[in-house]
């Protein structure tokens, strides 16, 4: 597989050269991975703020292209840096962590720094904490801190955590906690067999009743520590961090004695990873700083860095969102707020009532079949495929681009680029194996008409005309709603997972002002939420479910209509399609 990765950059006729944060770490892992340099492009950016970049040699960088932003391929201009490009330029990986990945698979002798289950840093930024703090939280820490005074000492009142960034705490934090090991009764066993007089070695340590009590219990007893970032293994997140925390020891370089008490875990990591080969040599060879510390006469250890701390820090590695169950009382008590709010659900007649597509005409690669979908979906498939082509085919105008969000297989955008030939649709999908299983259908219909984009919402900003979203889970929803609305793009969507709705990072609910100025709170939506996943008919609370997912769909319809939008709410043909079966539609403001 061959990648051409481009990097985001600044640079002149005195060869000066800068990179962002995330190009210089791109940088280094493709060093450590021996990505060949002549695949590397640097674009010229005027956009790039020096002062929140790191200055590289060029000479390092010899085999490398340099090009001009006006010479690389026009849609990048609409992307977020890095980028990586496989095939004809018409898949197009986004992201940090996306792009990284990428250059880790085209290297197969480093495949292991994608873990075991090969899923290291694969998830969204929206979805696994470790690739947000990887992607978006240590980069712009590191552009905050080179832009920041350093002071000298700690005094007036000032302390070393309100100076230190977050990010550093969080990682100094997250060594405190016992790693997260997946086959940790294996790893806990092997520690045993290298200490003297281990037990015999247990064939299978899943099957607990079989295994001797001894051994067993010894293994119990036997506490896991941090060797790096994710627990034993060196994988592709400790390479990620090693030349953020590296970029930060320069910047305190002058202070470090200020630091080193509330950093000592992270450090004595960083200086294990240094030990890790090829590791100092990919720093030195892309111009990042190598600090070899001395750690031997470190204070005793300190179990708590709440006695430092002036706020409560969130762990990296969030628990995952806790179902939890709500008396009937307390969603009868949301369901009456939101009626005394005279907030009206509206449903429209469906488009669709009378369009049946004639599958059995279209080449195969176009029937949600070849898409690895079950057998037993094919039928509800194509009957949610119709639905939301028929509002496409309403408001779309030819030369349209449309873009088909959370694509997945590619079973709603490939449709509508082989029966609307006359507009560009673009694939937008963050799985790596959905993405690759779209793109091979595209090639056996031989359509030239999409582009696909391997990557997270946030990082792709092109122009569009209408957005489309099958099925996006909780947030994704939302997401694509916003991008929509930020595009004046007009928009086709059917949500689904409602009960894994949640504040994030870049959305908080409810959606609209109608919903926030009727006094309906976070906490009111949670409740509203977790009634809207139960919709199935075979449950006794379906028909609240189905009130409340229609209530969730107005605040995101309120949201659009206030930025002049004409929607409507309508159930897909025939309801029993889908128990998420509603279809949210937006006429962008400049088409009404």
């Not at 005409?361 to 028929?390: I, M, T, W």
């Amino acid at each position: 597989m061959i990648v051409h990765v481009y990097l985001e950059s600044s640079f002149d006729e005195q060869n000066t050269v800068y990179v962002s944060i995330a190009s210089a770490v791109t940088l280094f892992v493709g060093e450590f991975c021996m990505f060949p340099k002549h695949c590397i492009y640097l674009v010229n950016r005027i956009s790039l703020d020096r002062t929140r970049s790191v200055r590289v040699d060029r000479a390092t960088l010899r085999e490398a292209h340099f090009i001009q932003e006006d010479s690389a391929p026009p849609s990048f201009k609409y992307c977020t840096f890095p980028v990586a490009v496989t095939g004809s330029e018409r898949i197009i990986h986004l992201g940090l962590c996306s792009v990284l990945r990428l250059t880790v698979k085209s290297r197969d002798e480093f495949t292991y720094l994608l873990g075991q289950k090969q899923n290291c840093l694969k998830a969204c930024a929206e979805v696994s904490s470790w690739t947000r703090f990887c992607e978006v939280q240590m980069p712009s820490a590191i552009e905050t801190c080179l832009c920041r005074v350093r002071p000298t000492c700690f005094s007036d009142g000032l302390r070393a955590t309100e100076i230190i960034p977050d990010e550093i705490l969080q990682l100094e934090s997250h060594f405190l906690t016992p790693p997260v090991v997946s086959n940790s009764c294996k790893r806990k066993h092997e520690i045993l067999k290298s200490r003297k007089g281990a037990p015999k070695p247990m064939s299978d340590c899943s099957n607990r009743s079989e295994v001797n009590c001894d051994s067993l219990n010894k293994c119990d007893n036997i506490e896991l520590e941090h060797i790096f970032i994710e627990g034993l293994d060196f994988i592709l997140t400790d390479l990620v961090l090693i030349p953020c925390v590296a970029l930060i020891l320069s910047i305190w370089r002058d202070n470090f004695d200020l630091i080193l008490p509330y950093v000592k875990k992270s450090l004595i990591w960083y200086n294990r990873a240094l030990a890790v080969p090829r590791v100092k040599d990919a720093l030195a060879s892309t111009s990042l700083p190598v600090f070899d510390l001395e750690l031997n006469n470190l204070p005793e250890e300190d179990n708590s860095l709440s006695a430092h701390f002036t706020r409560k820090l969130p762990h990296i590695r969030n628990s995952e969102k806790k179902k939890v169950k709500y008396a009937q009382k307390a969603v009868e008590e949301v369901l009456l707020k939101i009626q005394a709010s005279k907030i009206e659900v509206q449903p429209e007649a469906n488009p669709a009532a009378n369009l049946h597509l004639p599958w059995g005409d279209y080449p195969s690669s176009v029937h949600p079949k070849d898409g690895d979908l079950p057998v037993k979906r094919y039928e509800k498939k194509c009957q949610q495929l119709e639905n939301l082509f028929a509002a496409v085919k309403d408001i779309a105008h030819a030369d349209d681009t449309i873009v088909d969000f959370c694509s997945g297989g590619g079973h709603l955008g490939l449709l509508l680029a082989f029966l609307l030939p006359k507009c560009k649709v673009v694939l937008v999908e963050n799985k790596e194996e959905s993405l690759s299983r779209a793109t091979s259908r595209m090639e056996a219909l031989g359509l030239t008409n999409v582009v696909a984009f391997q990557s997270n919402l946030d990082y792709f900003d092109m122009p569009f005309d209408i957005g489309v979203c099958l099925h996006g889970c909780g947030v994704a929803t939302d997401l694509v709603l916003q991008k929509c609305l930020d595009r004046s793009a007009s928009f086709v969507l059917c949500p689904c997972c409602y009960g894994a709705i949640q504040n994030t990072h870049t959305m908080t609910y409810p959606r609209s002002r109608l919903f926030q100025e009727s006094n309906i709170s976070y906490e009111d939506f949670c409740i509203l939420i977790h009634v809207a996943d139960q919709t199935q008919d075979a449950i006794s609370q379906a028909e609240t479910g189905r009130l409340a997912m229609k209530y969730v769909d107005t605040d995101r319809l309120n949201l659009a209509e206030s930025h002049g939008y004409r929607t409507t709410l309508c159930t897909l043909i025939p309801p029993s399609c889908s128990p998420k079966n509603n279809l949210l539609t937006g006429i962008a403001p400049k088409r009404i």
